[in-house]
T-cell receptor
Framework: DSGVTQTPKHLITATGQRVTLRCSPR?????VYWYQQSLDQGLQFLIQ???????AKGNILERFSAQQFPDLHSELNLSSLELGDSALYFC???????????????FGPGTRLTVL | GQQVMQIPQYQHVQEGEDFTTYCNSS?????IQWYKQRPGGHPVFLIQ?????EVKKQKRLTFQFGEAKKNSSLHITATQTTDVGTYFC??????????????FGKGTHLIIQP
């Protein structure tokens, strides 16, 4: 158990719909990262938040958005869903002390999204 | 953009044989991390390499970072069934400004035959 929690575990929805995935980081971790894992694309970095602010952006579609709340939990919003959005979505968290750019990330169990 | 290639995609070995996976980046990396993902599980951090030519060992696992900081390898000696999983490298590139995300390789799936 990494200490990172994600809900829901599974999500089945239809094309065109909107869903929200939730992540609670490890206690004390200020950084939250979102990843998409699909069979053909591997593990793709989507976005990072640090203490409520966007820190880094990867291959995140405009239909997707995220935010980190004052209690440090984060939500990933996926809208206008397409079949190709079906994937495993991981959240990860890390400590981010000053002076260093990257730390080991602790991954949550993931949310499996199926778009029908 | 930065690309991280990882080979082989799949590796079948007999239990007790050695295993190596290689990671190559299209650009110079500031550091590289390795993760392991068991079937049905989530990625778990193994190690981070930062210095040019760095070599680190964890029991039967040996990690190397190339002199040019564009490639890395993970070598497992005498594989065991507990080593089964997918091994990912993840690189952090240099940026002129602002933060970068990690770029993951597509992973090497290690399959062990008893």
């Amino acid at each position: 158990d990494s200490g990172v929690t994600q809900t829901p575990k599974h999500l089945i929805t239809a094309t065109g719909q909107r869903v929200t995935l939730r992540c609670s980081p490890r206690s004390g971790d200020l950084s939250v990262y979102w990843y998409q894992q699909s069979l053909d694309q591997g593990l793709q970095f989507l976005i990072q938040y640090y203490n409520g602010e966007e820190r880094a952006k990867g291959n995140i579609l405009e239909r997707f958005s995220a935010q980190q709340f004052p209690d440090l939990h984060s939500e990933l919003n996926l809208s206008s869903l397409e079949l190709g959005d079906s994937a495993l979505y991981f959240c990860a968290s890390s400590v981010q002390p000053q002076g260093k750019r990257w730390y080991e990330q602790f991954f949550g169990p993931g949310t499996r999204l199926t778009v029908l | 953009g930065q690309q991280v290639m990882q080979i082989p995609q799949y590796q079948h070995v007999q239990e007790g044989e050695d295993f190596t996976t290689y990671c190559n980046s299209s650009t110079t990396l500031s550091n590289i991390q390795w993760y392991k993902q068991r079937p049905g599980g989530h990625p778990v951090f193994l190690i981070q390499l930062v210095k040019s030519g760095e070599v680190k060992k964890q029991k039967r696992l040996t990690f190397q970072f190339g002199e040019a900081k564009k490639n890395s390898s993970l070598h497992i000696t005498a594989t065991q069934t507990t080593d089964v999983g997918t091994y990912f490298c993840a690189g952090l590139g240099y940026s002129g400004g602002g933060a970068d995300g990690l770029t993951f390789g597509k992973g090497t799936h290690l399959i062990i035959q008893p």
